[in-house]
């Protein structure tokens, strides 16, 4: 039987995305829309006899940076090689480009088999929403798109501006930013999750700016799960998250083919997607 990969369209991706909810992850319930405008021919479908088993996605962040994730193949039609044939075309794309993924730490050695080097760890770590709305924040939506892009550049591999602006405009999603004389000083982003709420990124100038926006986030979930993932080598992340009574559920390490982007995590305090980087 003929196995054919093409890219996928829009709702194709949404469909992906609920197989990701079958294999126990917990995407956004908008994800798909940011996801795909930051680079549509990302996203490779792979279907066998014109039926979708599987999926990849290869996304390009400009001609130096990308992201592989979402290497699914339905459980039914596993062991037959297509998973790796998807996962070497998406890499073939990505071809010449530092490419990161985001793994559970126990898969580490394998993707490590694979030509990836581990740069970092970090914890998912949950609480309940809830609490003051601080004052000082500013909606992202007020901010310059150039003048986010520009602070985001600064902690992110390489500029993105086409997903965060789809990003901080998801229905359902809070996205705040902290300034202080007319300058960035951090910004947060809270969506809604098939489980609860995720916040990321969660970006800051200082742990107290921090503070401020994990804060007004958490005031926006009242009541409802909340996660973040902190990235370990920021120590003043993980100070913050036991200051709100977070605990640990889960790990994950990222790894990249060319070594560390050359990003400060001292300035992130929380990743913004396992699926996008």
Request: charged letters at 20%; a neutral charge; proline letters at 8%.
């Amino acid at each position: 039987m003929p196995f054919n990969i093409r890219q996928m369209t829009l709702d194709e991706l949404k469909t992906v995305l609920q197989w990701a909810i079958a294999e126990g992850w917990n995407p956004g319930l908008y994800d798909a829309e940011p996801f795909y405008v930051t680079d549509p021919a990302g996203f490779l479908l792979g279907e066998l006899d014109g039926q979708p088993i599987g999926s990849v996605s290869a996304v390009a962040y400009g001609e130096h940076f990308g992201f592989i994730g979402l290497n699914i193949v339905r459980a039914e039609f596993r062991g037959r090689g297509y998973s790796v044939d998807l996962w070497d075309t998406g890499m073939l794309r990505l071809a010449a480009r530092n490419v990161g993924l985001a793994c559970p730490v126990a898969q580490q050695d394998y993707y490590g088999e694979s030509g990836f080097h581990l740069a970092f760890q970090s914890t998912q770590l949950e609480t309940i929403g809830g609490g003051a709305m601080p004052a000082g924040l500013t909606p992202l939506e007020e901010v310059p798109l150039q003048k986010l892009a520009e602070y985001d550049a600064k902690r992110f591999p390489v500029p993105r501006p086409k997903f965060l602006e789809a990003w901080i405009r998801q229905p359902g999603t809070t996205a705040l930013g902290l300034l202080r004389r007319g300058r960035m000083a951090g910004y947060g982003v809270l969506r809604q999750c098939h489980v609860g709420y995720k916040i990321g990124p969660l970006m800051a100038n200082d742990p107290a700016a921090a503070e401020t926006l994990l804060q007004g986030l958490l005031a926006a979930a009242p009541s409802a799960s909340v996660f973040l993932d902190v990235p370990k080598p920021n120590a003043e992340a993980a100070a913050l998250a036991q200051r709100f009574r977070m605990r640990p559920v889960a790990e994950t390490s990222w790894m990249y083919t060319a070594g560390p982007p050359a990003v400060d995590l001292r300035k992130v305090f929380g990743m913004t997607t396992r699926g996008m980087g």
